[in-house]
Nanobody, 122 residues
C-alpha cells in the first residue's frame, strides 16, 4: 500500500511561483514512478511530469509547462516536488500526485493523493 499527501497549493498572482510537495509513505512506494497530474474544471486529467525515485529518469508531457515547471525527488524526505514558476491563469487546476508504472494515462497510476488546489489570478 502507498499513501500520498500533497501540499503547497494556494492562490497566487500571475507570474508568481508555487512549490508543490508530495509526501510518500508505505512499504512499496519506491517501486513506483511518481507523477504530477492536474485537472481543470471541465477538462480531462493530464500528466505534467513524472520522475523515478533516484531522480535519474524524468520526463515532461505538457508543452505548456515545459521550461516553467520542474519535477524533482528528495529521497531523504520521501518527497517529490513540483516547482512551478511563471504561473499563468490557465494553470489553475487541482493538482494531484500519483504512483504508477510511468505511463501517460491516469489509469496507469494505482495510487493517488487527495489533490491540492492551485489558483492563479490575472
Amino acid at each position: 500500500q502507498v499513501q500520498l499527501v500533497e501540499s503547497g497549493g494556494g492562490l497566487v498572482q500571475a507570474g508568481g511561483s508555487l512549490r508543490l510537495s508530495c509526501a510518500a509513505s508505505g512499504r512499496t512506494f519506491r517501486r513506483y514512478i511518481l507523477g504530477w497530474f492536474r485537472q481543470a474544471p471541465g477538462k480531462e486529467r493530464e500528466l505534467l511530469a513524472y520522475i523515478n525515485w533516484s531522480g535519474s529518469s524524468s520526463a515532461y508531457f505538457t508543452d505548456s509547462v515545459k521550461g516553467r515547471f520542474t519535477i524533482s525527488a528528495d529521497n531523504a524526505k520521501n518527497t517529490v516536488v513540483l516547482q512551478m514558476n511563471s504561473l499563468k491563469p490557465e494553470d489553475t487546476a487541482v493538482y494531484f500526485c500519483a504512483a504508477g508504472t510511468g505511463g501517460r494515462n491516469p489509469w496507469e497510476y494505482e495510487y493517488w493523493g487527495q489533490g491540492t488546489q492551485v489558483t492563479v489570478s490575472s
